[in-house]
């Protein structure tokens, strides 16, 4: 690759290093969930062991069981919980519950149990806020010397730059963007998942729901806060790398930048517009022409060359490969989604030719088309292309689709091996994770 080329490859590069290690969070925090939901189905097996699950419980059998006193181990669980958690926000809130007036005397089945998906949301949240907080000081620092340092490359030449400050660091990752940071994001959605555990017990009790069905809420309730922190780890990062390049463009003062989108399928219409575009670095607005554009974004920026040599070529993602591929720097987003998208869908689209059984075997690679994302955790988490195919094919259980609040379709098909969450409207393969022992023999027996 030429001298030009590296710019815009250090740019791309550094965006995808922050969101790599963003991911070793991701992955952390997603164990974490897996656990949480194990300890609270675990529980309800213990206090429903004596009733016939396939039968689920009636009504007056659960009125019966939520005014039992049981309070010594459930509260035990909770004070372990307790012993377990750092982080103050998290241990107010569960105090909160252990402080409240005559608690051993008052404390029903079901109050207790509440509590204790109270606090496990509560420690999923505080391990969450204390793994991002570290995980942006770091980006921002990174994000900003790490451009100087290039600038200063390109130049050839050293300038005076200040060095951040740890309080100036604080203050930039506390920094409030489209109406909060970080913290108050992840809490809110800690507050969310807990309140919404809470409310699937005590309707799934109160209703004679079946132990399975109130299982399969919970996983869905649990999923639903994955996505959500997950979401807000990856678009935080994203903001705190972008900027400590934006800090890095006015220490070194650059005029203007321009706005790079990720060529591939996944990239939104907002961010495809803004591929190409030069803005001036006084001008830059997160949310308006400086990224993250919406969460989850993947976009960067680089320093506009005021001395007109540009690199000669970009980054992007072969849809048939899926494999980066280098294209001319002059390429927007447009230009390489009508050449390497709409062009070779024209040249694929007949089918009525080929025999049945390729029809067949194309609809099954089709379907197990994947992102970047699913890719590499597939890696990560060592799960075969078989697991998934079988989850696909062969699943144990099949989900109803779901719609999370920006619109976006989701279905999970979990497999003896592997749980795979598509895109119904794309088949497109979003993540992946090892389905747990407990799961497996859950829907394997039928009880």
Not at 116 to 144: C, F, P
Not at 373 to 400: M, T, V, Y
Not at 404 to 411: A, F, L, Q
Request: with cysteine.
């Amino acid at each position: 690759m030429s001298d030009n080329n590296y710019w815009e490859k250090r740019a791309v590069d550094l965006e995808k290093l922050t969101q790599d290690r963003a991911d070793v969070d991701v992955m952390h925090v997603n164990k974490l969930f897996d656990g949480a939901i194990e300890i609270i189905e675990k529980q309800i097996d213990e206090i429903f062991d004596k009733y016939a699950r396939d039968s689920g419980l009636t009504q007056d059998s659960a009125l019966k069981l939520l005014n039992e006193k049981q309070t010594d181990t459930l509260r035990r669980n909770l004070m372990t919980t307790l012993a377990q958690c750092q982080e103050e926000v998290a241990r107010q809130a569960i105090l909160a519950r252990l402080n409240a007036p005559a608690y051993a005397a008052r404390i029903s089945r079901l109050e207790a149990l509440k509590d204790l998906v109270y606090s496990q949301a509560y420690m999923v949240g505080a391990d969450a806020h204390r793994r991002l907080e570290n995980r942006l000081i770091d980006t921002y620092e990174q994000s900003y010397y790490r451009n100087i340092y290039d600038m200063q490359r390109r130049i050839e030449s050293g300038f005076d730059f200040t060095k951040l400050a740890d309080r100036d660091v604080q203050a930039a990752i506390e920094t409030e963007w489209a109406g909060s940071n970080y913290s108050k994001r992840i809490w809110k959605n800690t507050d969310m998942l807990a309140k919404s555990l809470e409310q699937v017990i005590t309707q799934g009790l109160m209703t004679g729901q079946s132990i399975r069905n109130m299982d399969l809420a919970l996983e869905a309730k649990i999923d639903g806060g994955r996505y959500n922190i997950n979401r807000v780890i990856r678009t935080e990062v994203n903001h705190c790398c972008n900027q400590g390049t934006l800090m890095s463009y006015k220490a070194a003062g650059t005029l203007r930048y321009i706005y790079l989108a990720t060529l591939d399928m996944r990239t939104s219409s907002i961010c495809r517009s803004l591929d190409k575009e030069v803005f001036f670095v006084s001008k830059a607005e997160v949310g308006v022409n400086f990224p993250p554009m919406h969460p989850n974004c993947r976009s960067t920026t680089m320093a506009y060359p005021e001395d007109g040599i540009f690199p000669k070529e970009r980054t992007a993602r072969d849809q048939e490969t899926n494999k980066n591929i280098h294209v001319p720097f002059e390429m927007s987003y447009a230009q390489w989604y009508r050449k390497y998208v709409l062009e070779k869908k024209d040249n694929n689209s007949s089918l009525e030719n080929k025999p049945e059984n390729d029809i067949i075997k194309m609809n099954l690679q089709f379907f197990a088309d994947k992102s970047r994302h699913a890719e590499d955790r597939e890696a990560e988490r060592n799960i075969s292309e078989a697991a998934i195919q079988d989850a696909l094919q062969n699943p144990l259980f099949k989900g109803e689709v779901v719609m999370d609040e920006y619109g976006r379709k989701s279905i999970k098909y979990i497999g003896r091996e592997a749980t795979v969450i598509m895109n119904p409207d794309t088949n497109t393969e979003i993540t992946t994770w090892k389905t747990g022992s407990r799961i497996r023999k859950k829907y394997e027996g039928g009880d």
